[in-house]
């Protein structure tokens, strides 16, 4: 079955630090990814989106210079929240799909906390 | 303004009874519908997807899609305290840009 794990689960960091999570699709190849953070409220917002072949595309709100992402193959994405404040705690999710208007593929996320 | 919106925003219903959730989109270009559930703890899973006006039936679970008035439905019958979750809307148009666009959610409680 298609399966996306990401890790570290649950992290901690300081005020102004980085921390990099990552997203791994396991049972199909993840021609896009996207990320979203999911608020306290649970409303989801979309940070970007990576498509094989065509450049990330960061939705607005959120910059490359914030939240730098890769995307090296079609198993394999990362993101790094830089210089993190209070605002950016959340639940970080990755939905990787294989094609267009197909399942979106979630992992269970990683609970970003700031302190 | 939310381009997915959903309601109501919590449902209560008892165990064995009909539960349904409403859906509207105020974008035309969207053409293609998810249900995603998500359990506390774990990442959204889909439920079913609904492209063509009409129904769509899934075991216990019947999606219904009017694109005229941009309105997607869920209904979940003989509901089971295990169906208690948060369930999300999502949209998506036919573009190279093909983004997922999320609903507010609906809590969905089955009491025993």
């Known amino acids: 079955g298609a399966l996306v794990y990401q890790y570290p689960r649950r992290t901690i960091c300081k005020s102004g630090t980085s921390m990099r999570m990552e997203c791994q699709a396991v049972?199909?190849?993840?021609?896009?990814v996207a990320w979203y953070r999911q608020s306290p409220q649970k409303t989801f917002e979309l940070i970007a989106l990576?498509?094989?072949?065509?450049?990330?595309?960061?939705e607005q709100n959120f910059t490359q210079e914030k939240f730098p992402i890769s995307h090296p193959n079609l198993s394999f994405s990362s993101m790094t929240v830089l210089n993190a404040y209070l605002e950016d705690r959340g639940l970080y999710l990755c939905?990787?799909?294989?094609?267009?208007?197909?399942?979106?593929?979630f992992g269970k996320g990683t609970r970003l906390t700031v302190v | 303004q939310q381009k997915v919106q959903q309601s109501p925003e919590s449902l209560s219903v008892p165990e064995g009874g009909m539960a349904s959730l409403n859906c509207t989109s105020s974008?035309?270009?969207?053409?293609y519908f998810w249900w995603y559930r998500q359990h506390s703890g774990e990442g959204p899973k889909a439920l079913m997807?609904?492209?063509?006006?009409g129904d769509k039936k899934e075991g216990r679970f019947t999606a219904h899609l009017n694109k005229a008035s941009l309105h997607v439905s869920l209904h979940i019958r003989d509901s089971q305290p295990s169906d208690s979750a948060l369930y999300f809307c999502?949209?998506?148009?036919?573009?190279?840009?093909?983004?997922?666009?999320f609903g507010k959610g609906t809590v969905l409680l089955v009491s025993p």
């Open positions: 939905g990787a799909r294989v094609g267009t208007n197909t399942e979106v593929f």
């Open positions: 049972g199909f190849q993840a021609t896009s």
């Open positions: 990576s498509t094989v072949n065509s450049a990330i595309k960061y």
């Open positions: 974008d035309r270009n969207f053409q």
């Open positions: 997807s609904i492209f063509s006006d």
């Open positions: 999502a949209a998506s148009n036919d573009s190279g840009y093909n983004k997922l666009t």
